[in-house]
């Protein structure tokens, strides 16, 4: 009895190590991006606001007669070149900072403009995420939180505006899209809209279930920008190119689209490695993934969206920190 308990632990032993060396192994990291090659691509919107793009989410940038406001912040090693970038159209300097969402590629210049003397404004919940530290739902990988320096000094909820000479910026807070903390901002007289990233260019967008990210925000938040904008609005996306209301439409259009497909294989009973294997998005891969895994990302991520029941119960972030 003893010899066969041997072996068969042995043989299972054995079995396990097989399974686990047919695994495939996990995917590298990407390299991180080389900062020294970026160059800050300058776009002249009018009316002395602009959109700067490099690497990361798009920048805009509104000119006041007595300061700056600039909506999102890349990443802090090029807050030198976005900077210079600044200088080449105004010496105005930077009052205001504003985070469309947590996402580092959006917020890494908060703590080198607030050392410059701006003002980094956010809803509620951008602050408390970067100072809890979160998850990628997708992969898993964790993100530390960020130092104190590199919070939000302003934050607000449902809406907040800011006023410099000649310049007013109407930031509303869209529940539940990209993620729980997205923020728009709306420069009426110059007729620019910043959608941080409910609204990406030309691809689909990541929709960050894991911190509050919906796929039925999404569309609420193309829903009210449809409402604000006309034919002449320049649109900056939080990726992609400048836009308008045309193009924001056909956006919208494929969100529809992709909610009602998902939400019929949801109801079935499918699970996500069905939806996958389902394709349901096929037709629509030509616009807008550039990859493979972009296609399949955005499978799921909108089937979480529908699929995961949300919990009301969970302890909200805005309790976490006072307004400040």
């Known amino acids: 009895m003893l010899r066969t308990g041997i072996a068969t632990v ?15 192994a996990a995917s590298p990291p990407p390299p991180p991006p080389d900062f020294s ?10 009316d002395n606001m602009y959109m700067l793009e490099g690497q990361g989410g798009n920048i805009t940038v509104a000119v006041a007669k007595d300061g700056i406001i ?3 912040g890349q990443y802090a090693a ?6 210079a970038a600044i200088s080449a159209v105004s010496n105005q300097p930077v009052k205001y900072l504003v985070n469309t969402h947590f996402h580092g590629d959006h917020v890494g210049g908060n703590e080198p403009f607030a050392r ?8 509620i919940n951008v602050k408390n995420r970067l100072a809890a ?5 997708l992969t ?11 919070l939000p000094s302003k934050t607000y909820t449902g809406t907040f505006h800011i006023r410099l000479r000649g310049r007013v910026a109407d930031l509303k807070h869209i529940d539940n899209a990209h993620t729980d903390g997205d923020t728009y901002v709306w420069f009426k007289t110059a007729n620019v809209l910043s959608t941080g990233d409910t609204f990406t260019n030309g691809r689909y967008p990541n929709i960050d279930f894991a911190n509050g990210g919906n796929i039925k925000g999404m569309i609420a938040a193309t829903d009210a920008y449809l409402k604000l904008t006309n034919a002449r ?11 308008d209301k045309a193009v924001l439409a056909e956006y919208r259009a494929m969100l529809v689209t992709a909610r009602d497909r998902m939400a019929k294989l949801v109801k079935d009973g499918k699970s996500e490695d069905d939806v996958v294997a389902a394709k349901p998005f096929a037709d629509l891969d030509a616009k807008w993934a550039p990859t493979e895994l972009a296609s399949k990302n955005f499978i799921r991520v909108v089937y979480h969206s529908l699929a995961e029941k949300q919990d009301s119960e969970r302890p909200s972030f805005r309790k976490l920190f006072r307004r400040s």
Do not use: C, Y
Request: hydrophobic share 40%; proline share 9%.
């Open 37 to 46: 090659k970026v160059e800050i691509k300058t776009t002249d919107l009018g």
């Open 233 to 243: 609005t320049r649109i900056v996306p939080g990726h992609g190119p400048l836009a």
């Open 10 to 24: 042995a043989t299972t032993l054995w079995l396990a190590g097989a399974a686990f060396a047919q695994q495939p």
């Open 116 to 123: 410059d003397g701006a003002t980094v404004v956010s809803e």
């Open 78 to 83: 090029l807050h030198d070149k976005i900077k």
């Open 140 to 150: 898993g990988v964790k993100t530390p939180p960020v130092p104190e320096a590199a």
């Open 70 to 72: 600039m909506v999102d």
């Open 133 to 137: 530290g979160t998850t990628n739902g």
